[in-house]
């Protein structure tokens, strides 16, 4: 069992004035909270905080993060209250404490949504405070260090979660040593076998090894020494888990793994580096795309470093880093050894540059409701290593291994990428499915009338623009239903002597959406567009009983096409003179209604009125601003849509009042609707907009009247 001076000497060692009386006060607090409590192995509890503790100490955390480390546990398991907590070690320590008590109380149960809901949760709790996620990792990995006292399903469960979710998130932060720790201890319960043998083999292969590594140590040292250099060198055998995923990656036996020891190099400054690179080289022969340059392009951690694997004597194969000691700092102990801390301030996701990644998986886990998707992307974003590309300006952008332009395109704005319709990469048309490569340069090819495809799903890699697209498609695909389930639901319903507009209009949906538990009326129109409720049954529910059914539809007359063209004259196109108009049938502008223009292929200009609906369907390129001129007092066409209760006369009576208006009928249809009421359509002649209003609000003060509408056919 670690002792609390052990704790303290780490501190010291690092952070010179570190408060140590508080440090010291968390333990006496945590060592009465957690008193009488043993372990499942049978230890005081107290051994527990005080490992992690420890870890975090050799992370060189601050003494706030220690005093959590400490007290972590006392809240959830002790009377403690995370009052007594910030009354006593301050605000800091205690929102620590209680972002790791969150994170504990989430149940991992096998279900999957479930736990994504946990994992959301976390990574906002992380998020308002990182020191949050690194106790919670120094947790785990005393828990996992001590996993063998649980029963074999439960470390099957928490091996696998700490594989998926806390090695990543390590990774993130840059606590390399942690996550090679959390690696190995997760291998050894979900994959007993392999990882016996593997550390088996490494075993009875350490003395050649280390004899081997000694050689390679002298050679490298002896060479540096001729070029009048020093450095210090480091030699490892790597870790279980990292040979079995090269065994898996390259599909190999263990005695074809070669490169299982690895060599660091560190040294004073970045120019030393490469020269020592030369060198490496010049002695053994590199092998063919195993360089990385991690110096001049970092990884989203801030890992820095120059990797190569050479041929090394005896034909082995290994493994160097070259790095300058901040560097090596860096990578064991990850940003933590780079945090700048204002005493007792919290170190929020925001306020960490290194952590944009977080910021963006802040920003899509609000947009994406869907927790399995949103833990995929999770999994993806986490765990594939990057790639760096530029802008045509030279901007570095990071993005995960095989990303596409799309995926560029949204990390560049959404806007970009939901207008997304083309991509240049090294100046080249490629196709938005190619992957990109480190040092590609990508530009992005908009087009406003282009919009996301549901196939962009299928090769998309970042969450960002996996989140967007599917959002867009979900938006898009649920308004075109709402339409076309209206629309079906009125033709439907003419058939079936159903005024569905009327019946929309008057609230009687609700009820109707009710009969089939859908919460809105746009929701029973969706249901419909989306063919899960066919126009019929919904329509039932608007049918009257059978002994109120009406007389069959009369026809008063068949409506005549609309006049075209001759009102072509009272239309100005900016800069456009001597262009073919014509007047949409589909909603009959009148002068005065705001209007838009639609350039139809080899048709001249069609004019509609801007809100008609069919303007939406078109193609926003081909749109362009027109207006009206000084129109002559001659009839353009316009429709009403009257519906009354059927007194005696009332048809006389409409026409009488549109004869004094001066309006003329063209055609019209006279409907009895199956709630007795009288619908008539009609298509009349008014000088503009104005006339036909006026005409509209006269009709409705007639007797009987219920309402009396101007309608256009794309409604109809
Ligand atoms: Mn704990």
Redo the contacts with the bound molecule.
Sequence with gaps: MIRIQEILDKVVESRPHADVALIQKAYVFSAAAHAGQTRLSGEPYLS??LS?AFKLAELHMDEATICAGLL??TVEDTSASIEDIDSQFGEAVADIVDGVTKI?LMTFDSKEQAQAENIRKMILAMAEDLRVLVVKLA?RL??MSTLDYQKPHKQKLIAQETLDIYVPLANRLGLHRIKLELEDLSFKYLKPDIFNSISEWLDNNRQSGSEYMDRVRDMIQTMLQENGMSAQIKSRIKHCYSIYRKMMQQNLTLDQVHDIIAFRVIVDDVKQCYAILGLVHAIWKPVHGRFKDYISMPKANMYQSLHTTVIGPDAERIEIQIRTNEMDQLAENGLASHWQYKEGGKVKAKDVKQFTWLRELLDWQKMESDSHEFMRSLKYDLFKDEVYVFTPKGTVVELPEEASPVDFAYSIHTEVGNHCSGAKVNGKLVPLTTPLKNGDTVEIITDTNRHPSRDWLKFVKTAKARTRISHFIRTEERTRSISLGKEMLEKQGRRMGVNFAKALKEGLLEIVAEDFSLKTVEDLLSHVGYARLTPQKVLKKLLPKPEELPAPVEEVRQPEPAKKNKHAESISIKGVDDVLVRFAKCCNPLPGDPIVGFISRGRGVTVHTSDCVNVQNLEAERLIPVFWDGHEDKPYPARIRIISKNVVGGLSLVSTLLAEEKVNIDSGTFHSTVDGNSEIELTVEVRDVAHLYHTIDRLRSLPGMIDVMRFSSSSD
């Design positions: 527990h905080p992690v972590h546990d504990s947790d005393h828990n």
